[in-house]
């Protein structure tokens, strides 16, 4: 079995096995495999594997191998397929039982009613968090009217911005019982029609008594979402009970009628007072917690948050932040659970410092760092801390000790919190309130983040990396890097290049020696890191240029031996006969345009001078189908020619030059 049969086969094992492959195809430099179960995948064992430059998680999974070594190990990896019984055709079959299977398995009661809480809340957080700025907009104004500085016009405004950011909550239930109408089966209008009682002003009329309780008067408001989510769920099961059991001719009269009755009166003498009594007990429990223990509470519920959003289960905690923000105004475990955030960008900046050497991974940190720092944890835990293992747990510490330092606050100065639920990080600072006033909020809001950063960075810098972790992720990855086409197509490139240059491939640059590498086409020249593709923008095949195309002639950009050229025209490579590797890519995504447009001028190992058109392309109906036509040019054995000049206009976009005893790649 050759290397590249190796290769494959390890990389079907990494990939989750034959089960989790619903398909597989190349391109000029990655092997692209559609995955049944993305959980399955391996990434860091992946990146870790010799011959792999590196990994892009987009609608396909891409594992970057170069030109020439992807052709060979993607064959290799569909003859692993086979030989496991994963033919061509029953690929997509078998990944849609599987998806199906796994739909099933998480198909139990909890997870349904998790998933049916986040359906009900996550559409009104945009109205949440717009109406929370606005409230908070409004409280500044009062104070600046308070301090007496303002001018006229801000105290007239005052009023309307109490309307405006004080109206969708007053109104909240209405709004989670539509939602909630939706989720279980009912009509939306109903919903939102049932909830509705429970902020009628003229619901503290009705009065009345039960046995032990006594008199029940009612408040508007009372019960809030949870007393709404009960009343449209109770008139969705009626309605849905009754529907087909009514004849038709009566059906638009009887059905809804009947079920907005029953669910209604349910609702004022029963959903109103128990639920009311529920909100009441998580707000006063939650600011009790918080006030006796809140130190030890923020160590627990900030350590514990970033486990709970890899389940989903956090979703469950969002009627209760509407509750404490229906009661006090804002909800302070949401300050507090925001602190797990501040411990991933702590820990992400220690990985960074730590695996110094891991071009790929600090590209990654560097991308993910400021949404990170703004509230977006995502890309920081499953592409960074996640996949490391260890780093996740410390990340967590940090979190935890963020999470303590809010609690502190909580329970020594005074309670504080956000007044709608949404962002974290620093997106939180405009939604922050307290009893003690806005500023007050911030300063110990930014403590906690302050916290959690230094925490998290120390905690993971000193503890969060075992000696085998650090020689796994921060191997001079320079080598790897380059070694683009592996040792058989090494062979096969430089005896076709040597069949017409008299044997110059392979045979070492003179040193100090300069080769110009012009552009391949009329356009804007641009940096190679503007590219909208990790793979190239990072460097991971190497270093050199792009150029948005105003033309549909694509020719080599240098003087020597077409070594590859991809069917379908999207990718080719020219060595010169110094031995200077040069990749020209046509645009992101044109792979999958399967040769459509490209029209191919001259055949892999023709001999060519710069400037002669290897491939022309039809623009106009390309661009409209792909990502982008920013076309990367990447010089691939840059160790043997570094780049020592570069032109944006008025010249060769880059200049290369020979080192001493530098060789091609395939030699």
């Known amino acids: 079995m050759s290397a590249n049969d190796d290769l494959a086969s390890e990389l079907l094992k990494l990939l989750g096995g034959p089960g989790n492959i619903a398909g597989v195809e190349n391109c000029m430099t990655r092997m692209r495999v559609s995955l049944v179960d993305r959980d399955l995948v391996d990434d860091g064992a992946i990146t870790s594997l010799s011959g792999v430059l590196g990994v892009v998680d987009d609608d396909t999974y891409q594992v970057v191998l170069g030109p020439g070594k992807v052709t060979k190990v993607t064959d290799g990896f569909r003859r692993a397929l086979g030989a496991s019984g994963a033919d061509a055709e029953a690929l997509a079959a ?90 279980f089966g009912g009509t939306p209008a109903l919903g939102g029609a049932v909830a509705a009682i429970i902020v009628f002003a003229g619901i503290s009329d009705v009065q009345y008594s039960l046995p032990v309780l006594g008199d029940i008067v009612l408040a508007p408001g009372q019960g809030g979402v949870i007393g709404a989510i009960f009343a449209a769920g109770l008139c969705a099961w009626i309605e849905r009970s009754l529907r087909g059991k009514i004849p038709d001719a009566i059906d638009i009269l009887v059905t809804p009628t009947l079920a907005l009755l029953i669910s209604g009166l349910a609702t004022i003498f029963v959903f109103m007072f128990v639920a009311g009594n529920i909100a009441t007990a998580i707000g006063t429990g939650a600011i009790w917690l918080l006030d006796n223990s809140g130190l030890l509470a923020g160590f627990v519920l900030g350590g514990l948050f970033l486990p ?23 909800t302070p475990l949401l300050t507090i659970l ?12 220690a990985i960074y410092f730590r695996l110094n050497r891991n071009r790929s991974l600090r590209t990654t940190i560097k991308g993910a760092l400021p949404v990170g720092i703004l509230g977006v944890g995502e890309p920081l835990i499953y592409a960074v801390t996640l996949p490391l293992g260890r780093p996740f747990l410390t990340a967590c510490l940090g979190g935890a ?18 007044t709608a ?33 230094i925490s998290g960075f120390l905690i993971t810098y000193f503890w969060g990396f075992t000696p085998a972790l650090l020689a796994e992720h921060n191997a001079d990855q320079g080598d790897e890097e380059n070694k683009l086409l592996g040792d058989e197509a090494a062979r096969e490139g430089a005896a076709a290049t040597a069949g017409v240059t008299g044997g110059a491939a392979g045979i070492a640059g003179v040193a100090g020696q300069r080769i110009d590498v012009l552009a391949p086409v009329e356009g804007t020249v641009i940096r190679l890191s503007d590219v909208e593709d990790e793979a190239f923008s990072a460097g991971t095949m190497g270093d050199g240029f792009a150029v948005e195309p105003t033309s549909g002639d694509f020719r080599s950009p240098v003087s020597g031996t077409i070594t590859a050229l991809f069917p379908t025209g999207h990718a080719f490579g020219v060595t010169t006969p110094e031995g200077l590797e040069v ?13 459509e447009g490209f029209d191919l001028k001259r055949a892999e190992g023709d001999v060519v001078e710069a400037g002669d058109v290897i491939v022309k392309v039809d623009l106009d109906a390309v661009r409209a189908r792909v990502r982008s036509l920013a076309t990367p040019v990447v010089v691939l054995n840059g160790a ?28």
Do not use: C
């Open 94 to 183: 078998r990944g849609a039982a599987i998806k199906a299977g796994q739909k099933q398995r998480n198909n139990t009661p909890f997870k349904n009613f998790i998933r049916k809480i986040a359906n009900i809340f996550v559409p009104l957080i945009p109205a949440l968090i717009g109406a929370g700025i606005v409230a908070a907009v409004r409280g500044l104004l009062v104070n600046w009217v308070t301090v007496g500085t303002a001018p006229e016009f801000v105290e007239a405004v005052v009023p309307a911005l109490t309307v405006i950011g004080s109206a969708f909550f007053a109104f909240l239930p209405i709004f989670a019982g539509i939602n909630a109408a939706k989720e």
């Open 308 to 330: 709970l959003v890899m389940l989903g289960l956090h979703q469950a905690l969002i009627p209760i932040h509407a509750t404490l923000i229906e009661q006090v105004g804002f």
């Open 338 to 349: 925001a602190m797990a955030g501040a411990g991933q960008v702590g820990a992400a900046l």
């Open 401 to 418: 000790v963020g999470g303590a330092v809010a609690g502190a606050f909580n329970q020594f100065a005074g309670a504080f919190g956000a």
């Open 421 to 453: 639920i949404g962002p974290s990080g620093w997106a939180l600072l405009p939604l922050l309130q307290s009893d003690n006033g806005q500023g007050y909020a911030i300063l110990a809001y930014v403590v906690g983040l302050l916290a959690g950063y």
């Open 583 to 595: 990749l020209v890519h046509i645009g992101l995504g044109t792979v999958d345009l399967h040769g």
């Open 640 to 667: 043997a020619f570094p780049i020592v000049e570069r032109r944006s206009q008025g010249g060769p976009p880059l200049t290369v030059e020979a080192v001493a005893a530098a060789t091609s790649a395939r030699s």
